[in-house]
């Protein structure tokens, strides 16, 4: 590519013209990454990264890895979603080893497009945080054995738009939760938690800049996981953390 000084467009303080030699060259009409959310963000407050910071959450009798969930954590590799309202689980782009994180159950409802950024958990041989134990449940045989398991992915950061002057943030927990169990006599059954646990603030424009000062709303999810074999168990968030967590902020980064 050529360039000589003219009235075309600007380019680092400096009026430029450009000329394209072939196909593949692109013109400074072409915003350069990360300017890749012109549908949620406006070019101006594009922000590569975020820092969030969480706390509330303590280790259960059985889990250690709830604590992982609170301190400060940057989410980054920005990046636009357009897959309209019938979005899949796996929105955000991130996926490991047991699939998809994101799922469609935490996009809101008419959303059209986001801006994304992530947070990943560290891995130990490609195995995310995680949580397991089990127990046998009866007074005599035959007895149910009941496997728990926590594990956490990482945080999503996502500016939806629903319309032009329509948007919703979510900071987004991706995770898993679960509960089965089994018995001598065959019995098998298990239930999911893994999407609904997010906080969320309502804006009019595309201005994509965070600071301390936001309000968030959290939504919870009700962490009741109920299996039945031979015995029904159920077990709730208290049965793997204490306390509860809490979104102190999210602030450019």
């Not at 030699?21 to 549908?39: E, F, H, I, M, V």
């Not at 041989?125 to 398991?149: A, H, K, R």
């Not at 906080?199 to 999810?221: A, F, G, K």
Request: charged share 15%; aromatic share 12%.
């Amino acid at each position: 590519m050529l360039a000589r000084r003219g009235v075309d467009c600007r380019r680092g303080g400096l009026w430029i013209m450009s000329l394209k030699l072939s196909a593949g060259c692109q013109c400074c009409d072409t915003p350069p990454p990360p300017n890749t959310c012109s549908n949620c963000c406006s070019d101006s407050t594009v922000q590569t990264e975020f820092d969030a910071t969480l706390t509330g959450l303590s280790d259960g009798t059985n889990c250690d890895i709830c604590e992982d969930l609170t301190g400060v954590f940057t989410l980054d590799g920005i990046s636009e979603k357009s897959e309209g309202t019938g979005w899949v689980d796996g929105w955000s782009g991130v996926t490991g080893a047991f699939g998809s994180w994101s799922r469609a159950a935490d996009i809101p409802s008419g959303a059209t497009h986001a801006c994304v950024w992530n947070y990943t958990f560290p891995t130990v041989s490609g195995i995310y945080p995680n949580c397991q134990w089990n127990e046998d449940v009866g007074m005599f045989p035959p007895f149910d054995t009941i496997l728990y398991s926590f594990t956490i992915y990482g945080y999503t950061l996502a500016k939806f738009r629903i319309s032009a002057s329509s948007f919703v943030w979510r900071f987004i927990v991706n995770y898993q939760m679960t509960v089965s169990c089994s018995s001598s006599f065959g019995d098998h059954d298990s239930s999911i938690y893994n999407d609904g646990w997010y906080w969320e603030i309502t804006e009019i424009t595309n201005d994509c800049s965070l600071n301390s000062s936001d309000s968030w709303t959290s939504t919870v999810p009700t962490f009741d996981l109920d299996v039945t074999c031979v015995h029904n168990t159920t077990a709730n968030f208290a049965d793997f953390c204490g306390g509860a967590l809490s979104l102190t902020s999210v602030v450019d980064g």
